[in-house]
């Protein structure tokens, strides 16, 4: 088995806390990993994208092969779409619809969602107000991951137990507020 | 041992620590910084006393670790490619000295220019010094490098090159670590003309350089980072890759296994005869390298042009410039294409941009004011957080060179007759390289202001503290600076005003002017917050 997964968002919104939850559950498994991040200039505010890639054989490159993807789960919409050429055909698009504006000619909404409609295997949804509405503001990114982990073979319980590993030292609040953000996040059809 | 999930510049720390390292010297920068970060949070370097403050510049990092070495300890100096310039006349000649205590130089490339001015590549100046040089290829081998390059430096007294490149140095995966080394003792060099490069000594040693390139071509061969794959089906070409580029041959090959001859180049200098032997066998070599074509110029030299084909980045095989990634290599080794669908038009890009309460906007807003009836094109830069000024809506700023460079090049114009000719540079890289420069201005009595934007930290790296923190007007005033032409101020959208007025008054002046506009980084004070209120 193996995974492709890219992350995508806007440098600050979280997307290396999805990555470090999914690293985690599959090194439980017994898997390798391979993580590749952005540091350094693109941090500030630009598009930032992390490749992660989880396989029970051995992994050679950091980078995944464009075409191949199993998914790209972003934190923002229009991000959502900048990784296009690496999603392989059957691959999934799990994405934030909330736009993220920090550009003066940000594109128009409907034509991103549009966009991101055309592929066959999509979920968009509104994940900021969700986590909003479950009074876990904070928990944007740990929804969109909900709403993911059925696709990439994971269990509610093997992602749980990695969320109350990870969060853990941040005290008991986050972690349920966490847990609480996964749940509304894999009921998201 | 459970294995550790380290980036691959953690590896490399954490496998200096392991292998008895006493001192780590560099300056932050992308993507090499977190080679140190790694070692500053460290318990085992924190209670072994290991050196891991950072230093002002690459230079004087890399003579200190080489006082270090001087020693008989083990040390390693880290930086990113273009710090590797700063500090060419120390390394250049630490390989004449030779190091005592085991010495590695760790330095981190940045093909396709993530976050750097140019995609020099750091193998240039290894083979130019004449040192070995390790290029790992996966996050184990970064681990293992720091063991085996210490050692390979003791054995030789040589300094040693590792070069990393950025999807390595910033990639997460898996590593086994070993059992660690103590460190060594302090003891002097044996050899009391060692590091003296009086002109009649450097000429011994270095005929005795030249004559250990034979040595370390010979460890290249016995290399276990090097593999020399020469039998296989097909010979219709033969494949070297280095580094990183290796992963993604065995990448786009999957489970298949490589029907080519395959030889992996992961220390160098080149074994010449299995390169050679290679070339005999095969109808055509493909070359795969992550930066410029430093092996294929090395094998294609003029002997060998036209004889055999030599594919890679010189023919067009590969892209000239830019990094590597699998599907490049796939192309090259004529492999069908894999592409998803094209990205939207209707996505636009998004710059990486100041941050939403930076104080550098605030400076930049009021010079722009100051400098408006003069129009555009006064405004010399540096290397950090605010070269970003040079976007929308500021575009503040018209030049970004190297570290210290908006100093010196603002004087320039000034002596040219440029009038207002103004630096802009932040604290941390005044630190490193504008304090020569200010001294120069300051000698020539030049017409200039030089704006130091002092946000307390190294910014652009992830903030780091730096060498000159807190003394700036006090190095400003020592320098030669008159008292009341270095000016502070809060830049802060309430005192834009005053602040317009006092780049004015010193814009005025004939002489030179500091300006310091002085707020903490927005990101080390929301991280210092942070950790308060844990």
């Not at chain 1, 919409?77 to 799990?94: F, K, S, T």
């Not at chain 2, 276990?224 to 992963?247: E, M, R, V, W």
């Not at chain 2, 000034?414 to 504008?434: E, M, Y």
Request: proline residues 5%; glycine residues 8%; hydrophobic residues 40%.
């Amino acid at each position: 088995m193996k995974k492709d997964i890219i992350l995508a968002g806007v440098g600050g919104q979280g997307i290396l806390t999805i990555a470090t939850i999914l690293g985690h559950a599959a090194l439980k498994r017994g898997w390798q990993l391979k993580q590749a991040e952005v540091h350094g200039m693109s941090q500030r505010g630009g598009d930032v994208q992390s490749h992660l890639r989880l396989s029970d054989e051995e992994i050679h490159s950091d980078l995944i092969t464009m075409g191949d993807a199993d998914m790209i789960l972003s934190v923002e919409p229009m991000e959502a779409l900048r990784y296009l050429p690496y999603l392989h055909e059957d691959g999934w698009i799990i994405s934030n619809s909330k736009p993220f504006k920090n550009i003066p000619n940000y594109p128009n909404e409907d034509d991103l969602y549009a966009e991101i409609k055309k592929n066959k295997n999509h979920k968009l949804f509104d994940a900021d107000a969700i986590a909003r509405e479950i009074k876990a503001n904070r928990s944007m990114n740990i929804v969109v991951l909900g709403a993911a982990i059925q696709h990439l073979g994971f269990s509610k319980e093997e992602i749980s137990e990695s969320i109350k590993a990870i969060f853990s030292p941040k005290g008991e609040m986050i972690v349920e507020a966490n847990l609480k953000a996964l749940e509304a996040g894999i009921q998201i059809s | 041992m459970e294995k550790m999930m380290l980036l691959g510049d953690e590896a490399l720390a954490q496998g200096a620590l392991d292998a008895g390292i006493s001192g780590f010297y560099g300056y932050p920068g992308t993507p090499s910084t977190e080679i140190i970060e790694y070692v500053q949070r460290s318990k085992q370097a924190i209670e072994n006393k290991i050196h891991r403050t950072w230093s002002s510049n690459e230079k004087t990092a890399m003579e200190t670790a080489l006082g270090m070495s001087y020693t008989g300890r083990r040390t390693m100096v880290t930086m990113k490619h273009v710090g590797l310039n700063v500090a060419a006349d120390p390394f250049m000649n630490s390989a004449m000295t030779g190091s005592h205590g085991g010495l590695l130089i760790a330095v981190a490339d940045d093909p396709s220019m993530h976050s750097s001015q140019n995609e020099q590549d750091s193998r240039n100046y290894g083979h130019f010094a004449m040192i070995p040089i390790l290029e790992p290829s996966n996050q184990q081998e970064c681990y293992d490098m720091a063991f085996y390059g210490f050692e390979l430096s003791e054995k030789y007294h040589i300094p040693v090159m590792i070069r990393l490149t950025t999807r390595l140095s910033h990639s997460r995966s898996g590593v086994q670590r070993r059992e660690k080394l103590e460190q060594n003792v302090l003891r002097k060099p044996d050899d009391i003309f060692q590091f003296m490069l009086l002109p009649a000594v450097a000429r011994r040693k270095y005929k005795a350089l030249i004559k250990a390139q034979e040595e370390f071509e010979a460890e290249s061969l016995a290399s276990p980072f090097n593999t020399f794959k020469l039998d296989a089906q097909d010979y219709s070409k033969g494949i070297i890759a280095t580094g990183l580029a290796y992963n993604y041959l065995k990448e786009v090959y999957g489970k298949d296994s490589i029907p080519h001859p395959v030889v992996k180049i992961s220390q160098y200098p080149i074994p010449t005869k299995q390169i050679h032997e290679l070339y005999e066998k095969c109808e055509s070599l493909v070359i795969l390298e992550e930066g410029m074509p430093v092996l294929e110029e090395l094998i294609k030299g003029a002997a060998f042009q036209g004889l055999k084909p030599i594919h890679g980045r010189l023919d067009g095989t590969l892209e000239r410039d830019g990094e590597l990634n699998p599907n490049k290599v796939a192309a090259a080794l004529g492999m069908p294409a894999k592409y998803g669908k094209d990205i939207p038009e209707i996505v636009t890009g998004r710059p990486p941009a100041l941050c939403v309460g930076c104080p550098h906007a605030d400076s930049f807003i009021a010079l722009n004011k100051a400098v408006e009836e003069y129009g555009r094109g006064h405004v010399f830069s540096d290397i950090g957080c605010y070269t970003l000024g040079f976007m929308p809506p500021y575009n503040a700023i018209n030049s970004c060179v190297d570290m210290g460079a908006s100093i010196t090049m603002a004087k320039g114009a000034a002596d040219s007759g440029l009038f207002p000719a103004i630096a802009v540079i932040g604290d941390s890289t005044f630190a490193h390289s504008g304090m020569t420069g200010l001294l120069d201005c300051i000698y020539d009595k030049s017409n200039v202001v030089i704006i130091i934007l002092d946000n307390s930290t190294t910014g652009m790296t992830g903030g780091q503290d730096y060498t000159a923190f807190g003394k700036l007007e006090e190095i400003c005033l020592g320098l030669g600076v008159e008292k009341g032409h270095i000016r502070t101020f809060f830049p802060f959208v309430k005192n834009h005003e005053e602040m317009t007025q006092i780049y004015k008054e010193e814009i005025a002046y004939e002489g030179v002017s500091v300006v310091i506009p002085r707020r903490e980084c927005v990101q080390t004070m929301k991280k210092r917050n942070k950790k308060g209120a844990k």
